[in-house]
């Protein structure tokens, strides 16, 4: 497994700002991915960190709204722009052990938005 | 912490039983199976996997059923404790990709002292 890091692990932020949630791995990992999750519902994946490139994003998630930053193989960002209350949910970041497709998750970053 | 799962389906067990906790999953064509274990205010813990050539795995006190037929997977929790009491949640990956998991709505799980 991996020990995954994130911050910050929750924030209170107005409408129409902008809050970018870190993702540290304590080891090198091939993938990264940024899901949400919204009050009492699943996980959904927004996009792909990849390393070196653009994020690949899953539908209804677009650059513009959710960029992401891979510089490295253990570290990645998640900006949520231009927030409104719709964006309240908690934000996972995860990475994968490609050979075996296991999945690890952060902790989480607990959004609220007023 | 905040809680998560407000809405979920609920399983209630005393504790030292046996708990079954089920997920349906939707495509034929998924390969791969993980269940997942999330506690208030925490991110999802990986529990168990179980590859689609399989039809049943063991842990340290969980079991997990595949049975393709149906497209049903169970994850069985033996002598259930206090500290079982999570949301559960199953996800799938299909075979035409190479990571991207799909979630389950989830499953609350409580466990009577």
């Known amino acids: 497994s991996a020990v995954i890091s994130q911050k910050p692990s929750r924030d209170i932020c107005q409408r129409g700002t902008s809050l970018t949630i870190q993702c540290q791995v304590d080891?090198?990992?091939?993938?990264m991915f940024w899901y949400r999750q919204q009050p009492g519902q699943s996980l959904t994946l927004i996009a792909t960190?990849?390393?070196?490139?653009?994020?690949?994003?899953e539908s209804g998630f677009v650059i513009d709204k959710f960029p992401i930053s891979r510089p490295n193989l253990t570290f990645s960002t998640l900006t949520v722009s231009n927030m409104s209350p719709e964006d309240s949910s908690i934000y996972l970041c995860?990475?994968?052990?490609?050979?075996?497709?296991?999945?690890?998750f952060g902790p989480g970053t607990r959004l609220t938005v007023t | 912490g905040e809680s998560v799962g407000l809405h979920l389906p609920t399983l209630s067990v005393q504790e030292g039983d046996n708990s079954i906790i089920n997920c349906a999953y939707s495509?034929?064509?998924?390969?791969?199976f993980i269940w997942y274990k999330q506690e208030s205010g925490k991110g999802p813990q990986f529990i168990i996997d179980?590859?689609?050539?399989?039809d049943k795995r063991q842990g340290q006190r969980v079991t997990v059923l595949l049975n393709k037929t149906v497209k049903h997977l169970s994850l069985q929790i033996a002598a259930t404790q206090p500290g079982d009491s999570a949301v559960y949640f199953c996800?799938?990956?299909?075979?035409?990709?190479?990571?991207?998991?799909?979630f389950g709505s989830g499953t609350r799980l409580l466990v009577r002292p």
């Open positions: 996800a799938e990956k299909r075979r035409d990709s190479s990571y991207k998991l799909i």
């Open positions: 960190a990849n390393q070196g490139s653009e994020a690949t994003y």
């Open positions: 179980i590859r689609s050539n399989m």
């Open positions: 495509n034929s064509a998924s390969d791969y």
């Open positions: 080891s090198q990992v091939t993938m």
């Open positions: 995860s990475v994968g052990l490609s050979v075996l497709n296991e999945q690890y």
